[in-house]
């Protein structure tokens, strides 16, 4: 909290406020759920759910001063169905989705935007060892109807949509971003 207290601090003294915030921070950790502890449902829900939901308090207020704004959490296609060995992951990104509905709610009247985004299979540094295994990189990306795993660009651009005036009347979403494979 005092990092991010900081943060918004020096936000607040270079650009003059918070118009947007992405809360784009994740781990993955997967295993049986039966092999779940406590302190790996505290170690992701604190980075998934508590990380978001501090940045998120600290931005309302900048955000209600400067007439409004706009906030998109960075959930996945596992926070909206069960996904096996993903326990800890996927119900932190499940409440971060709720979470970001109840903001949505709670804020729409200050002209505070809060959406989500729910990527599927992404080239990230957390399935860069996943995708370079040959085998598993075809296992995976043949769930996905188009037959590949997308770019960091490809869940840019969606959220920098979600943060523009052109998505001023959107708020309280989940945008899927997965190649179709939650339309399966």
Not at 90 to 99: C, F, P
Not at 125 to 140: Q, Y
């Amino acid at each position: 909290e005092a990092d991010l207290k900081a943060l918004f601090e020096r936000v607040d003294q270079t650009l003059g406020g918070c118009d947007i915030l992405v809360n784009c921070a994740g781990i993955a950790q997967l295993g049986p759920a039966a092999e779940t502890t406590r302190a790996d449902f505290d170690r992701i829900l604190g980075i998934h759910l508590y990380g978001a939901a501090d940045a998120c308090r600290f931005a309302y207020p900048r955000m209600k001063r400067r007439g409004g704004g706009a906030i998109v959490n960075v959930a996945s296609g596992w926070g909206l169905g069960g996904q096996k060995l993903a326990a800890t992951y996927g119900a932190a990104k499940a409440a971060l989705i709720n979470y970001t509905k109840v903001l949505a709610v709670e804020w729409a009247a200050d002209g505070i935007r809060v959406n989500a985004v729910a990527p599927g299979l992404i080239e990230t540094d957390m399935t860069a060892a996943a995708l370079a295994d040959p085998a598993l990189k075809i296992k995976l990306t043949k769930a996905v109807p188009q037959r590949r795993a997308a770019s960091p660009e490809e869940v840019g651009w969606p959220i920098a949509f979600l943060c523009s005036t052109a998505a001023s009347f959107i708020t309280g979403a989940v945008l899927v971003i997965d190649g179709g494979l939650r339309a399966r």
